[in-house]
């Protein structure tokens, strides 16, 4: 049985743009006990490769994360098979706001030690103990409430480029520091303030309610399936918007645009602009803001360096990075001290 792709982003490309079939970008999680992840994995791969799906799944003990793209032709199918298995049975489905066939070129299930890298020990708070979900409806009124401190729980590099008017963005790279630091900057309000979260998909917000809540936190709320479930019910109940710029996605397409607004800088000549790309030196690939002009003149990296290296003959390039960690270990996304913008 063939459990690993066989074909390369490139091939996958291909017969996707032979298909011509139209393909959804979807996204959901579900916290559950999943007693032996290796064989569930298995079981997922064999299904959904069955159906053509591509992405990138986390199964974990605690349960699944998945980002993937299916084609439209196979959704009831798909979503059979989600109905099948217990506890993803009618689970919440994010369906993406912008579409690309291309969100996706392999089909990746990994078995994980956490579907979210939260950094906390799970057994000092019970994670079904989490806030209260809103709709956009309920969370518009909410975060105009003066007694509201709303908090984005995602990355630096995600609410650098749009987030919900009057939102607290801490300026973290990761998870785990943004539980920390919202803690500290709200324990005097424990209880007196309501502290309401969004996230992308809702999936950080469903941990960090539970983890407010053990702290003693005792109105928390929770943007029910975080930005892009926000997105379509504005358009589909015709409500205000207040979120301002464009959603960080995790596959290709890196963003989806929800308002005309540009509130980030190119990293390198600080001009308006809001587009990520990931630096064209493989052994780089610093995640930065660039825009089109800067991108022409330094061939699509973040540095004169970098592009050296990249007009480099392939076989040049590996020569140099072998013996090198992932550098992209090391570079923080779009703090790299060569981006003179950020
Ligand atoms: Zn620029
Ligand atoms: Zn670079």
């Not at 489905?93 to 990746?108: M, R, T």
């Not at 785990?176 to 969004?198: A, C, P, W």
């Not at 995790?250 to 600080?270: K, L, P, T």
């Amino acid at each position: 049985m063939q459990l690993y792709n066989n074909l390369s982003a490139e091939e996958r490309a291909t017969l996707i743009e032979q298909a011509g079939k139209e393909r959804l970008t979807i996204s959901f999680y579900s916290y559950a006990k999943i007693g032996n992840p290796e064989i569930f994995r298995n079981h997922l791969f064999i299904a959904w490769n069955e159906l053509d799906v591509l992405g990138r799944i986390y199964v974990a003990h605690e349960g699944i994360n998945a980002q993937l793209s299916v084609p439209a032709d196979h959704f009831q199918e798909f979503k059979d098979h989600l109905d099948s298995i217990s506890f993803l049975e009618d689970v919440r489905l994010n369906i993406a706001i912008e579409q690309d066939n291309f969100s996706f070129l392999k089909l990746k299930v990994k078995v994980r030690e956490k579907i979210l890298a939260d950094g906390l020990n799970d057994n000092t708070f019970d994670v079904t103990n989490k806030g209260v979900h809103v709709d956009a409806e309920r969370f518009n009124s909410l975060i105009e409430d003066p007694n509201t401190v709303l908090v984005d729980m995602r990355n630096h590099y995600e609410s650098e480029i749009g987030y919900f008017k009057n939102a607290v963005t801490p300026d973290v790279d990761t998870f785990r520091d943004s539980l920390s630091i919202i803690e500290e900057d709200l324990k005097m309000h424990k209880e007196d303030k309501n502290l309401v979260m969004y996230c992308t998909g809702g999936i950080r917000c469903e941990k960090a309610s539970a983890y407010y809540k053990h702290k003693g936190f005792k109105n928390v709320y929770q943007l029910e399936g975080g930005i892009i479930n926000y997105v379509r019910q504005v358009q589909e109940k015709d409500l205000e918007n207040k979120f301002i710029g464009k959603n960080f996605v995790f596959d290709q397409r890196r963003a989806e645009r929800i308002s005309e607004d540009v509130i980030a800088n190119c990293h390198q000549c600080g001009k308006p602009c809001d587009t990520h790309v990931n630096c064209a030196n493989e052994a780089c690939h610093l995640l930065f803001i660039q825009c089109p002009e800067c991108a022409e003149k330094l061939s699509n990296c973040c540095s004169k360096e970098c592009a050296e290296i990249a007009a480099l003959p392939y076989e040049e390039q590996k020569a140099l990075r072998r013996g090198q960690i992932k550098s992209n270990m090391i570079f923080k996304k779009g703090r790299s001290e060569v981006l003179k913008y950020k």
